[in-house]
C-alpha cells in the first residue's frame, strides 16, 4: 500500500561595500580627478594582462565547479531529513466500482494477482484472513480467527501473508495458498494496526505517529521513523501499502491517506478521499464505518480502496490539486481540517 518537497529560498546576497555605487564627484574633488583616472587606467592595465595569463577553459572549468557544489547543496536540503516539501495534494476519481462484503471489518488488504486480494478483518468472534475474487467480491476461501483475537494489519511476502492482531504483540503467518497458519509470532510495536511491504522488509503501524521497519526473518525492529507533516506528527496511522516507493496510510477516523517517505517518514503527500463515504451515505449506507484498506496492482498500476463495513470496494485514480482554489480555500486549511482534524489528531 507506496513519490513525494520546499526547496530552500536561497538567501538574498548582503550588498557589500564593492556592489554599492560610487557617490558622484564633488565639485571640490575635481582637482584629484586625473591623478585617479590615471591609478584606474593603471589598475585596469593590470587587470587586463592578469586575465590575458588565464586560459577561457580554466574559467569554464571554475564555472562548472561552482555550478555543481550548487546543486549538490540544494539537493541536500531537497531531502534534508524531516524537512517536507510542499507535499503534493491529490483528490481521487473513480474508475470502477466493484462489490465488497458488507460484513466485512476490514483491517489489512492487498492484491496478489489475477484479480485476487487477501483481507484481513476485525471485530472479536468475526475475525478473519480471506482470499477474495476482485470482479464479484466473493470469498473463496476464509480462516476463521479465535475469538480472543481481533484482526489487524496484513501483507504478503513471498509465499507468506503476516498479520498482526489489536491490543496484542502477537502475530500470525499464514500460507498464501490454502490459508493454513504456519507460525505464531511476537512483534515489537506497541500494538498491532498496519503491515506493508517493500519485498523486502515489513513496514509497520501501531496507532500512533511511528512507522516502523521489522526484518521478516527475525520479526524484530530495524528501523522507527516519526511520521510529520510540516514539521507536526501525524498520529493514527492504520492500515498501510507499499506503492512505487512510498509508503501510504490510511488515517483513522479521516477520510485522508497520507503518502509517506519511508526513509525518513516525512509526509510526501495526501489524498482525500471523503467522497466516496459521502455517496455510500446517500445512497442510504449509514452503517458503514471508516475509510481503511488500500491495495496496489503493480502490474497493471491500479489501486484500490474500501472501508470498514463498506459495500463497495473502489479502483481509483489521482488527481493533483491547486495549492490556491478558486472558492478561497488553501490546502493547507482543507488538510489542516479534514486529515488532522483541527489538531485533534
Known sequence: MGSRSLKKKPSKRSISQSDRPAPS???????????SSC???NHFSRFRH???????????????????LLCISSNVWIRFPGVDQSPSI??????????????AFTQGLLYAENDTL?????????????????????????????????GEGLTLLGEKLFQV????????????????????FTHQMKDGWGLATDGKVLFGSDGSS??????????????????????????????????????????????????????????????????????????GYNGIDVLNGIAW?????????????????????????KRERKDGFNVDTIIEQLCLLDGRL
Open 39 to 41: 591609478m584606474a587606467s
Open 50 to 68: 592578469y586575465n590575458k595569463g588565464i586560459p577561457a577553459v580554466m574559467l569554464i572549468f571554475f564555472f562548472l565547479c561552482g555550478f555543481v
Open 118 to 150: 487477501f483481507e484481513s478483518t476485525g471485530l472479536y468472534g468475526r475475525s478473519s484472513v480471506r482470499r477474495v475474487a476482485l470482479e464479484t467480491g466473493k470469498v473463496e476461501a476464509i480462516n476463521q480467527m479465535e475469538g480472543s483475537y481481533f
Open 25 to 35: 564627484p564633488s565639485p571640490s574633488s575635481s582637482s584629484s580627478s586625473s591623478s
Open 165 to 184: 492482531t489489536w491490543l496484542q504483540k502477537t502475530g500470525f503467518i499464514y500460507d498464501q495458498n490454502n490459508l493454513n497458519k504456519l507460525e505464531e
Open 90 to 103: 491529490y483528490t481521487i476519481q473513480v474508475v470502477n466500482e466493484f462489490p465488497h462484503d458488507p460484513r
Open 297 to 321: 496492482d503493480s502490474n497493471r498500476n491500479r489501486i484500490f480502496v474500501t472501508g470498514k463495513l463498506w459495500p463497495k470496494l473502489y479502483e481509483i485514480n489521482l488527481r493533483e490539486m
Open 210 to 283: 511511528m512507522l516502523y521497519q521489522i526484518d521478516p526473518q527475525t520479526l524484530k525492529v530495524i528501523r522507527k521513523d516519526i511520521v510529520r507533516y510540516r514539521g507536526r506528527e501525524v498520529r493514527n496511522l492504520n492500515e498501510l501499502e507499499f506503492i512505487k516507493g512510498e509508503v501510504w496510510a490510511n488515517v483513522w477516523q479521516t477520510d485522508c491517506i497520507a503518502r509517506i517517505s519511508h526513509e525518513d517518514g516525512v509526509v510526501l503527500g495526501w489524498v482525500l478521499l471523503p467522497n466516496l463515504r459521502e455517496r455510500l451515505v446517500a445512497a
